[in-house]
């Protein structure tokens, strides 16, 4: 999921570019996880605060991305630093 939110993803099928788009695979996942467990389980998100890479995702990226995993129903969010390399 790294790859789809990073900023660097410049996929032109609905699932990269913008903000919205980087978010719609995570979101998809989400909502078929949440469909099949139901609420008996806790589901959440690790995902990067801050990509550390030229161009990559950032803080603001994160918060925006933390709002939309919330809205969606997430239980937790978890953020790291790092961790996708070019």
Known sequence: MASFLSATNDRQDGYGGSRAGRLRLPLEVFAAVRARLGGDYAIGCRFLADECIAGGSDVG??????VAFAAAGMDFLSLSRGGKFD
């Open 61 to 66: 990226d994160a918060a925006e991305y933390a």
